[in-house]
């Protein structure tokens, strides 16, 4: 079992940056992929960024491309989501998850979910 936290929302005016956190406990993340998800009122969750558990390969949602950067640090157990030139359609709830049978853009491959972080930018 594998519980997340993530950390880091809020609010934001359009073309700043945050950056999410995702902390694992339980057990190991270098044993998962792992993937940020986000969902806006009235829409479907959608990938955002995955990652394999070794952190070399990385796919981006082409929305999110050359502003957001996924990375790892397997020794602290934390995922971590760098957004930049953040634009009002990027407020949404960001969520990370983690899936055991590697990285996946379908959020019904992975198997363990945090609360998630509300993200409003404003323009």
């Known amino acids: 079992q594998v519980q997340l936290v993530e950390s880091g929302g809020g609010l934001v005016q359009a073309g700043g940056s945050l950056r999410l956190s995702c902390a694992a406990s339980?057990?190991?993340?270098?044993?998962?992929?792992m993937g940020w998800f986000r969902q806006a009122p009235g829409k479907e969750r959608e990938l955002i960024a995955t990652?394999?558990?070794?952190?070399?390969?990385?796919v981006y949602a082409d929305s999110v491309k050359g502003r957001f950067t996924v990375s790892r640090d397997n020794a602290k157990n934390t995922v971590y989501l760098q957004m930049n030139n953040l634009k009002p359609e990027d407020t949404a709830i960001y969520y990370c998850a983690a899936a055991r049978g590697g990285y996946d853009i379908r959020p019904a491959k992975y198997d363990y979910w945090g609360q998630g972080t509300q993200v409003t930018v404003s323009s």
């Open positions: 339980g057990r190991t993340i270098s044993d998962y992929a």
């Open positions: 990652i394999t558990r070794s952190g070399i390969s990385t």
